[in-house]
Nanobody, 124 residues
Framework: QVQLVESGGGLVQAGGSLRLSCTLS????????MGWFRQAPGKEREFVGA????????KHADSVKGRFTISRDNTKSTVYLQMNSLKSEDTAVYYC?????????????????WGQGTQVTVSS
């Protein structure tokens, strides 16, 4: 059974940085494409970034491009989201997700497993 556990969220001032981590257990990490999503109160869950199984390809939402970077370490079964130049509109619960596929779409419903989420709050 796949389990995903996120960490690294917290309260940060606008302009600051945070790094989120998500560790997968129960299966071989390198078999999964990974994604980060976020959900603010009253809003739908939205795509933030995704990374291929080997880590050689990534994509990011336009709203975070140039500020956020997704990466992974298959030796540690962990995916990261480095968040720089944070803005108040980045405040949300951040979720990591795993997909048993070579592709890594933007749609939340296409991912197979989800973490419990970690809160990121950016104060202005």
């Amino acid at each position: 059974q796949v389990q995903l556990v996120e960490s690294g969220g917290g309260l940060v001032q606008a302009g600051g940085s945070l790094r989120l981590s998500c560790t997968l257990s129960g299966r071989t990490f390198s078999a999964y494409a990974m994604g980060w999503f976020r959900q603010a109160p009253g809003k739908e869950r939205e795509f933030v970034g995704a990374i291929s199984r080997g880590g050689g390809s990534t994509k990011h939402a336009d709203s975070v491009k140039g500020r956020f970077t997704i990466s992974r370490d298959n030796t540690k079964s962990t995916v990261y989201l480095q968040m720089n130049s944070l803005k108040s509109e980045d405040t949300a619960v951040y979720y990591c997700a795993a997909r048993v596929s070579r592709s890594w779409p933007n749609t939340p419903s296409t991912y197979d497993y989800w973490g419990q989420g970690t809160q990121v709050t950016v104060s202005s």
